[in-house]
């Protein structure tokens, strides 16, 4: 999202705008998959959060705070490193 609000497009046609945003997205998930392999909550997790059993696993070892917090950093860090090295 904090690509798409910082390079997305605002006019309809403004086409340019959408391949940069598309482009960085791109990129991001590369990094993301490359560190983590894969983008899918599930597969980090290892179960299904829409699923009440798949819930209650991720209640009982606490992945909000144990698993959660390294995807939000990992997702952080690629952003920064993305957009530091471009001029903005």
Known sequence: MAI???HGHT????L??????YRRTR???DQFITRNGTI???DLLGCDLSAP???EIAKANDYHHTRCPKFVRDA???VVKLEGR???
């Open 4 to 6: 798409g609000l910082h």
């Open 27 to 29: 990129e991001f998930i």
């Open 16 to 21: 340019e705008k959408k391949e940069v945003a």
């Open 40 to 42: 899918i909550c599930k």
């Open 53 to 55: 059993e798949g819930l």
């Open 11 to 14: 006019k309809a046609k403004d």
């Open 76 to 78: 952080a860090e690629i």
């Open 86 to 88: 471009r001029k903005v």
